[in-house]
């Protein structure tokens, strides 16, 4: 039975199984049918709103976030809680003074949709790596039993805080202080290893520590397109594969992301470059489709676009900035405002970006343009991936 509200929140028409229900019927919407059993469940029995700090940031729907505030809009934020929709509840401050999230309550139906995927089973062990707020940790000690759940966490405030909203909340998962990119062998092997963000590359101690048959469930990431599930099955001779799935867009594993700067690390004056057409629109490879997007990340390597409203010069209307996580290589693609069958290509560096992006444009057209969940990863046994789409 879920936990009364507490505190500013607690009201006389908050009434937490009526949240719930309201919750699990977005949830339902979202997904086109209900919300399995097992997971409705554990829903009721996990209250999001106790696992949430008193503050909360929701997307403003123009890039930016709009704060909900437990103590001065105590139903506006009790809404938040139980509205499926990702919550921000810690920001980080870059090297430029920009405030990026770096920590958040997933979106609930995007949980149950990761859940659905690892195919959780009654005696499975489980490893959590980012334990967050630890509402997710809670969902696993619901359906699995506090003794199956290892969650990890590397950062030591999250660490504590999840500990103690865990506590109270009435669960109490093997929790472990670490890097989550090597895993936790100690408790090992694992029937499920299950990540609440995304990877660049799975790393090895995930599927060193998964038991034969057992399951790696992980969002994915490439400086592209940040897009995508992974379920990978590990097999006996030490090798994996599995398909993707079309949702998940999380926060980047700590350490696989690359802070590269277009104008700090790639723009110097006097740099030379090249100069060429291109018929291939920008906005064909950079506009928000998601299935050609996500084969660009797997397929070219390392690159990541930006885009700019307001080129200074060159009588360019609209530019689409290329860079590579190495730092060596740009590109840029420029509309003039006027035709959209002919556009501007500069590069520089060793590599050539915007022909990369050509040519994998086009294998992928030639393939039959597969969307995300046609496509697959194979790891062998030395670790190294290779990806596949039909």
Known sequence: MAAPLAGPAAEADDDPAALVDGLLGQIAERLGRPVPAPYAAALR?????????????????NGGYTPRDRHADPHG??????????????????????????????????????????ALDDGMRVLEIGTGTGFNAALLCARLGDDRVTTVEIDPALHARAGRDLAAAGFAPRRVLADGAAGWAAAAPYERVLA?????????????????????VTPWDSPWCCYGTLALTRHRDGTASGPFSAFGSYMV???????????????????????????????????????????????????????????EADGAHTRLWIGDTGATSWASVDYD?????SFRVRQHG?????????????????????????????????????????
């Open 45 to 61: 029995s996990v209250p999001r709103h106790l696992f949430l700090p008193d503050r909360v940031w929701i997307r403003d729907g």
């Open 77 to 118: 934020w009790l809404a938040a809680a139980y509205t499926d929709t990702p919550l921000i509840t810690q920001f980080q401050t870059a090297e430029d003074g920009t405030r990026l999230p770096s920590s958040s309550v997933s979106m609930p139906s995007m949980v149950v949709r990761a859940l659905e995927l690892s």
């Open 196 to 216: 609440t963000c995304s990877v660049r590359a799975v790393p090895p101690g995930w599927l060193a520590q998964t038991a034969p048959g057992g399951r790696v």
């Open 253 to 311: 594993l700590r350490g696989q992301y690359a802070d590269v700067e277009l104008g700090r690390d790639l723009l110097r004056p006097g740099q030379a470059h090249d100069e060429s057409r291109t018929a291939l629109s920008p906005w064909t490879v950079a506009g928000g489709d998601l299935d050609a997007e996500f084969h660009l990340g797997l397929t070219v390597p390392g690159a990541w676009f930006s885009w700019d409203d307001a080129p």
């Open 337 to 341: 405002g006027r035709g959209v069958a």
């Open 350 to 390: 060793p590599r050539r970006l915007w022909d990369e992006i050509e040519r994998a444009y086009a294998a992928w057209d030639r393939l039959g343009r597969p969307p995300v969940d046609r496509h697959t990863l194979t790891v062998d046994s030395g670790g190294a991936s290779t990806v596949t789409a039909d």
